[in-house]
């Protein structure tokens, strides 16, 4: 069966840190793979997509970077954090190959920028 | 980004009511509309999905109807319950995304979400 794994769950980090959030898929391959940030009240914010290695989108111009080195690999990078990047961090993955299908996701990442 | 529009932003229902929760969109290329359900703390999953040749899909005590003509459709439980506290999302998605479809690979776009809190 598939898997999805991201951590951590928490994080607290200093304004201006580097940031690293890390999602790992099993029991799949080619994945598509999503970042989403959730906001109180503002839903789920797409951040990020890929559709295979290498191969980033990003939805929002914003301080943060993906990257995709693996196939089931999906990192959300930050050099310099802002106040403003607080929120619930969430990865998800999808079977690869046209619309409508479910999305998987992780239990999410927590993180507070202070 | 092309949204799905939901309402209410949150919603107080007794045990044993129903929940209704609605949802709008734009776009007449979406065909798929799934509810996601999510608990706090958690990643969302999904509870229930329909796509527009039905006009309702019953799963237990979870009902989407759908109005292809109005653009809306809505979620349904029924003899809510204290464990259905959470936050609902609907979606919409379309079967061929395009780079204008917004929504990532599968053209999939969230509601804001609804925060259900059933009491007892």
């Known amino acids: 069966s598939q898997t999805i794994h991201q951590w951590p769950a928490t994080l607290v980090q200093p304004v201006g840190s580097p940031l690293s959030l890390e999602c790992t898929v099993e029991?799949?391959?080619?994945?598509?793979l999503y970042w989403y940030r959730q906001a109180a009240g503002r839903g789920l914010q797409l951040l990020f997509y890929?559709?295979?290695?290498g191969q980033i989108s990003s939805e929002v111009p914003q301080n943060l970077s993906a990257s995709r080195p693996q196939d089931r690999q999906f990192i959300l990078s930050s050099k310099k954090l802002l106040l403003s990047d607080s929120g619930f961090y969430l990865c998800?993955?999808?079977?690869w190959g046209g619309g409508n299908t479910e999305a998987f996701f992780g239990q999410g990442t927590r993180l507070t920028v202070v | 980004q092309q949204q799905a529009k939901q309402s209410p932003q949150s919603l107080i229902v007794q045990k044993g009511g129903i929940s209704i929760i609605n949802c709008a969109y734009e776009?007449?290329?979406?065909?798929?509309f799934p509810w996601y359900q999510q608990f706090p703390g958690k990643g969302p999953a999904l509870l229930i999905a329909?796509?527009?040749?039905?006009s309702e899909k019953k799963e237990g005590r979870f009902t989407i109807s759908f109005n292809k003509s109005a653009k809306q459709f809505s979620l349904h439980i029924m003899d809510s319950q204290p464990g259905d506290s959470a936050t609902y999302f609907c979606?919409?998605?379309?079967?061929?995304?395009?780079?204008?479809?917004?929504?990532?690979?599968?053209?999939?776009?969230f509601g804001k979400g609804t925060h259900l809190i059933i009491q007892p």
């Open positions: 890929s559709v295979g290695i």
């Open positions: 979606a919409a998605s379309v079967l061929r995304p395009t780079m204008y479809s917004g929504g990532g690979a599968d053209g999939l776009t």
């Open positions: 998800a993955w999808s079977a």
């Open positions: 329909i796509r527009p040749d039905v």
């Open positions: 776009n007449t290329a979406f065909d798929y």
């Open positions: 029991g799949t391959s080619n994945p598509n």
